[in-house]
């Protein structure tokens, strides 16, 4: 064993090194995803074509053998929304310039409080906080505001009286950017049925980028944050004002560190 790693060059065991942190990379990325589903979906095709070959089934190896010959097409067509996050989890490292959240602050605690005074009223509302991945393309369809973030703006925006109340807020760089924003619907069949289109498009952008949405249900009267598609939901004002503080501060302090 000794003279087995003598024999091994410092390339080899870098080459050893990235290959096996890009497999972890890529478990870490899917972990609790659908795309697990569909992985081992293609883990149980490819043994089922070897056993074709060993068994001698003709046909059934032709049909498999022609199917894997596009694995590639058939990996993007799957995997496309894993793979644009996993793209954008690399596009957002910090050697490309970390966006300074410390201006996210104060803000976090004036959402906190229009989200506990809209559940109140049962009036629903989404609020989109962004983070490294620009949200510029559903800034563009909403109606621009650049505003400083308050209670007072947020619950009156939402109220069905309000020409923008239809569609979400975004909120980039401690600013009230855009109200009247549409968001994209996750196509997650696992998503609960019981779950309405504010709680599915809050599902489908924290799917595509990495923003943060507080929900407010109308029906219920109950606040949730989704993120990386997994939604918290009834959160008090306690732990919605934790887990932001958790998501922005704390990451904020650490970039400086």
Not at 70 to 86: A, E, K, P, T, W
Request: overall charge negative; charged content about 20%.
């Amino acid at each position: 064993m000794t003279d087995l790693f003598t024999q091994l060059r410092w390339q080899d065991l870098l080459d050893i090194t990235l290959i096996a942190g890009g497999v972890y990379w890529i478990i870490h990325l899917i972990r609790g995803t659908r795309a697990v589903q569909m992985l081992v979906g293609l883990v149980v095709l490819f043994l089922t074509y070897l056993s074709s070959q060993a068994l001698e089934l003709y046909t059934l190896n032709w049909v498999l053998d022609n199917f894997l010959s596009s694995i590639l097409l058939v990996i993007v067509v799957l995997f496309q929304n894993d793979i644009r996050r996993g793209l954008t989890e690399v596009g957002r490292g910090s050697f490309l310039g970390a966006k300074e959240w410390a201006a996210y602050g104060p803000v976090l605690e004036e959402v906190t409080k229009a989200a506990v005074s809209l559940a109140g009223k049962r009036l629903g509302a989404l609020i989109v906080l962004e983070r490294e991945v620009g949200l510029n393309e559903y800034i563009e369809v909403g109606t621009r505001i650049d505003a400083l973030v308050s209670k007072e703006l947020l619950c009156s925006i939402f109220p069905p009286t309000s020409p923008i109340h239809d569609g979400a807020v975004v909120i980039q760089g401690g600013r009230l950017t855009a109200a009247g924003c549409f968001l994209p619907l996750t196509a997650d069949p696992r998503v609960s049925k019981t779950l309405g289109t504010r709680h599915r498009a809050a599902i489908g952008l924290t799917e595509e980028t990495d923003a943060v949405v507080v929900v407010v249900s109308e029906e219920e009267g109950t606040i949730s944050l989704v993120r990386e598609g997994r939604l918290m939901r009834d959160l008090d004002a306690g732990a919605l004002r934790t887990v932001l503080q958790q998501l922005f501060t704390h990451e904020a302090r650490w970039k400086r560190t």
